[in-house]
């Protein structure tokens, strides 16, 4: 395998053919269920949480940091009207207006940049709640998009060579990683977890210097 010099990107297959390794959005199929959403345009999704530093009268400067609220999960979905379908009715609902949702749903998305099915990633936005849609009629652009903001509970990502298989496997080039397991159970999503600062054991976590 040709690598770059100085960052070890790489090139080629060890053979010399020519290689692509850039992930690109054509190999993203986003599914409610077991069926796909057609006429995306954009998908976008935001994961987000409060940091606190910690000061301390005597020291100039931060003496820690942690997390001081829960994660949260947003997004924002464009998709033009096709096939007859309203936005919400692409994402498997049988209503069109905001205020009718009644119970949240999920969001499958598979990554197929590897083609061994085993090695595609499906990442599942659990529990969607339809935020706001909005659409214009404009007699410049005829063409109607539907635009859909959402919040959702949890995220979390699998390979799919096997139940709660973790994403994160040192990519092509095999990069090391540290093993630390409650960050690999929460992102899989393992047993309903949805974050990592309840473990026990947080305050010594990196005293085994096996960490980074």
């Known amino acids: 395998m040709a690598l770059a010099p100085n ?3 790489t090139l080629s297959y060890g053979s010399g053919t020519n290689k692509t390794s ?10 409610v269920g077991n069926t796909p959403v057609g006429a995306i345009q954009d998908l976008s ?27 949260t999960f947003t997004g924002d979905c464009n998709r033009v009207r096709f096939d007859r379908l309203r936005i919400a009715e692409a994402f498997g609902r049988g209503f069109t207006h905001v205020q009718s949702q009644a119970y ?30 909005s659409y214009t009629y404009n007699a410049d652009n005829w063409v109607i998009t539907d635009k859909m903001s959402w919040e959702a509970e949890t995220i979390y990502s699998i390979l799919t060579s096997g139940s709660g298989v973790p994403v994160a ?11 630390l397991e409650i960050e690999r159970l929460t992102d899989t999503g393992f047993n ?11 305050i010594d976590i990196g005293s085994s210097g096996l960490l980074f």
């Open 104 to 133: 949240p749903f999920d969001i499958v998305i598979i990554d197929k940049q590897k083609a061994d099915s085993g090695n595609q990633i499906s990442t599942v936005i659990k529990n969607v709640w339809i935020k706001s849609i």
């Open 45 to 71: 999704i935001n994961e987000s949480r409060p940091i606190k530093f910690i000061n301390e009268v005597g020291t100039d400067g931060q003496i820690d940091s942690v997390p001081q609220g829960s994660s």
């Open 22 to 31: 850039t992930a690109i959005s054509t190999n993203i199929l986003i599914l």
């Open 192 to 202: 309903g977890r949805r974050g990592s600062l309840d473990a026990a054991g947080l």
């Open 7 to 9: 960052t070890q990107s």
């Open 169 to 179: 496997q040192g990519g092509e080039r095999g990069i090391p990683y540290n093993n």
